[in-house]
Structures are given as structure tokens and as C-alpha cells.
């Protein structure tokens, strides 16, 4: 078994796949109109063929209060993968992104927390 789709809610599907693909650098895998709605998926674009990040829309009554007790406590709501957590944080500053934690190093790995625009912490890391 593998993961095949995971999502993020994001309040603005067009922002957030700005902010996914311009900044972050995924790639759209499916944009598929479904009502007001999309089905829109982003992937790396080092593995087109892996796990699809859905970003859903936040319009669930749920998800407001989830998302809102995350962001207060500091708890991201998904975690990347990157080769050099300092070196993606210094790329990601320069591009205006707002963090919330700088990278931090522990003992297994380094972290990093950004704000993703859209409603959302995202946690970068490497594992050593």
C-alpha cells in the first residue's frame, strides 16, 4: 500500500495554485471543473507519477475551526520533503513567503514552517 492522494484546504483554489506551482514549484497534475469547485491536483516535479496533493476547498463548516486551532498551536497541516531545508528557506524568503518557524535543527532532521497563503502551516524538512 502507498499514498496516492493527500489534500490541503485552501480558501482560494486559484491562489493556491499559484502559490503551489509559481512558488513552491509543483506541478498541476488534473484540473477538472466540478461546480463552482475543481478537482485540482499538483505533484512533484520530480515524480509526475506519485502522490497528487489535492487542494480542496475549505467550504466544509469543519474545516475553519480545524485549520484555525492548527495554525494557533503551530502545527502544520502537511510536511515536504527537501534536499536542504536553509537553502529552499533562503529561496522561499527571497520570494516574499512568510515563515513561522526558521530552519531548526534537531537531531534526526531540520525543519522549517511556512504560511502558504491559502489557510494553511506547511512544514519543509530533511531528514539526515
Avoid at 26 to 49: A, C, N, Q, Y
Wanted: with cysteine.
Amino acid at each position: 500500500m502507498k499514498i496516492h492522494l493527500t489534500s490541503v484546504f485552501v480558501d482560494d483554489q486559484a491562489k493556491a495554485l499559484r502559490f503551489y506551482t509559481d512558488v513552491l514549484g509543483f506541478v498541476k497534475k488534473h484540473d477538472i471543473p466540478l461546480g463552482e469547485d475543481r478537482w485540482l491536483t499538483v505533484v512533484s516535479p520530480e515524480d509526475p507519477d506519485g502522490t497528487q496533493l489535492l487542494l480542496e476547498p475549505a467550504g466544509h463548516p469543519a474545516v475553519r475551526q480545524y485549520r484555525t486551532a492548527l495554525a494557533e498551536d503551530g502545527i502544520p497541516l502537511a510536511s515536504f520533503a527537501v534536499d536542504d531545508v536553509r537553502a529552499e528557506f533562503d529561496r522561499l524568503r527571497g520570494l516574499g513567503v512568510r515563515f513561522t518557524q526558521e530552519p531548526l535543527d534537531m537531531d534526526t532532521n531540520t525543519t522549517a514552517v511556512l504560511d502558504d497563503t491559502c489557510g494553511n502551516l506547511i512544514q519543509i524538512i530533511h531528514v539526515k
